[in-house]
């Protein structure tokens, strides 16, 4: 601590963010980005945004971009937020629409930066555990909450939650907002979108990080009832005006509009997915079902920081969590492409014999 912080700031435990390495020629499957890359035509609006236009500010309520996901999803745009990285736009939702007298809930085994928004922003929390199986069973959440949030398909064990269920909450939950962060949907889950016109407390959170191909990019969106939308709108005026710049627009927008690429994306991801689960099977892993563009899979009872060490000095990096101690044993592993799954398999393969 120095003497020159806030007590705020003393308070903080932040987010440790997955390892970005700077070293060449790592099989890097730790942080959930896509193996391909971007689409053509977001590339081209990208290089098309560098000219002389840059001195000046971009558009601060990105009507462009939000008219693009809103045709997407057959919404209008004042059903549309857009921020730097869907991590932003939760970071909104927490000020604007989470903190409340009652507790927040969520998982106890979910997106580790929840808990440290609360901290951010003075939010009470609950922790609900999942079941034995690793699975969000919604009757846990029917009890007194200042709001509900999780991911779906879950991070990081990559289960998905069905959309009846998540009917069934927003049903018995009228009184505070829902939060669902579905930065994984696309990759084989339900999408609670449909839901947004009937549930004006439901607020669905997306990314382009992920199934777009674009984590360089950031930008994230969020999906619900204007009002919901207003209050997000509130917290960035009041924050950052020009979250997005131009090229981030621009680019965005035409990733969006790439229906064909991003449809092609997931599949390969799902394909691929399907394999490295089953060859992790016949090595000996447990993998839980994932709906998401990684699997979070144990080797009892080796324990997942030893098999993680093991790889990265085979120069392949996973993601591994400790807390809570029952996940210890897990590596988080995102899809790769099919060569980079292999030399994966090929390096536990190694280590295991
Ligand atoms: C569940 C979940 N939500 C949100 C994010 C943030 O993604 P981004 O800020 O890149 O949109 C991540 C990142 O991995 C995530 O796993």
Redesign the pocket.
């Known amino acids: 601590m120095s003497r020159y912080w806030s007590k705020v700031v003393d308070g903080l435990t932040p987010y440790v963010p997955g390892e970005q390495p700077k070293l060449p020629n790592l099989v890097k499957l730790n942080?959930?980005e896509s193996p391909y890359g971007p689409s053509p035509r977001a590339l081209a609006a990208l290089r098309a945004e560098v000219d002389d236009t840059l001195r000046l500010y971009p558009d601060p309520s990105c009507d462009s971009l939000r008219a693009s996901i809103a045709a997407f999803y057959k919404l209008k745009p004042a059903q549309v937020f857009v921020g730097n990285?869907?991590?932003?736009v939760?970071a909104h939702a927490f000020l604007a629409l989470l903190k409340h007298d009652e507790p927040l809930l969520f998982p106890d085994i979910s997106?580790s930066?929840y808990p440290v928004y609360c901290g951010l922003y003075g939010i009470e929390y609950r922790q609900v555990p999942l079941t034995a199986s690793f699975e969000i069973r919604v009757d846990d959440y029917f009890a007194p909450n200042g709001g509900i949030i999780f991911?779906n398909p879950n991070?990081p064990t990559g289960r998905p939650l069905a959309l009846a269920e998540i009917e069934r909450l927003l049903r018995a939950n009228a009184g505070t907002v829902v939060v669902v962060?579905e930065?994984?949907v696309d990759f084989g889950a339900e999408s609670a979108v449909g839901l947004v016109e009937r549930y004006p407390q439901l607020l669905v959170v997306h990314?382009l990080?992920k199934s777009r191909a674009l984590?360089g990019l950031?930008v994230?969106y969020a999906l619900g009832d204007t009002g919901l939308i207003e209050a997000l709108h509130r917290v960035k005026d009041s924050f950052n005006s020009y979250p997005l710049g131009r090229l981030a627009i621009a680019g965005a927008a035409a990733a969006i509009e790439d229906r064909a690429h991003f449809e092609q994306i997931c599949a390969k991801v799902i394909a691929t997915r399907a394999r490295l689960a089953s060859d992790l099977a016949a090595l000996g892993f447990e993998v839980l079902p994932s709906a998401a563009n990684f699997v979070f899979a144990r080797h009892d009872p080796h324990s997942g920081a030893e098999l993680a060490a093991r790889l990265r000095e085979r120069g392949i990096i996973v993601r591994h969590f400790n807390n809570p101690p029952r996940i210890e044993p897990f590596l988080r592993i995102t899809v790769g492409t099919d060569a980079q799954c292999q030399t994966l398999i090929a390096a536990l393969k190694s280590i295991l014999a």
Do not use: V
């Not at 990285?85 to 932003?88: L, M, N, P, T, Y």
């Open positions: 942080t959930n990285g869907s991590d932003e939760l997106y930066f991911p991070a962060d930065d994984y990314t990080s984590a950031r994230g």
